[in-house]
């Protein structure tokens, strides 16, 4: 699979200028090759079931907003989520800290929870936030 399959909703130019800047940020670490290895191997049905499970967990995730973050069903929710990285690289809790970060930071995070439900966003990011903190308990 290449990016631009893996993208298939954005212009070649948006694919490109996503790919370069992944490459630039993160292209010299173990988590980067791990995944452009892990990308490289999956057949687009394999990708579709990914995407397909990542969006039923996302759909999921919206049910639970105005629960508490630190909620046995709301955990549950947010190791799924970690656990579905593992389709991509190995996560841990540096990672995850800084991608729930992301959700918050970058408008394109943002804008792509944001049409699962107002305030997904800052949902995910307190959830997972959350999440790391109580595994180091």
């Avoid at 699979?1 to 292209?27: F, I, P």
């Avoid at 995944?35 to 990542?54: L, V, Y």
């Avoid at 508490?68 to 549950?76: L, N, R, T």
Wanted: glycine letters at 6%; aromatic letters at 12%; proline letters at 2%.
């Amino acid at each position: 699979m290449n990016e631009h399959e893996l993208y298939d909703n954005l212009s070649k130019e948006e694919v490109d200028k996503l790919t370069k800047e992944a490459e630039q940020r993160w292209g010299n670490t173990p988590e980067y090759r791990e995944s452009a290895e892990k990308m490289n191997k999956m057949s687009k049905a394999e990708w579709a079931k990914i995407k397909e499970e990542g969006d039923a967990i996302l759909k999921e995730g919206t049910g639970l907003m105005g629960n508490d973050v630190k909620s046995k069903e709301v955990q549950d929710f947010v190791d799924r989520h970690y656990r579905h990285l593992a389709n991509f690289y190995t996560p841990n809790l540096e990672l995850y800290r800084g991608l729930a970060e992301m959700y918050v930071a970058d408008e394109r995070f943002t804008a792509y929870f944001e049409k699962y439900s107002p305030g997904f966003a800052q949902f995910m990011h307190d959830a997972m936030i959350a999440f790391c903190d109580m595994q180091k308990d």
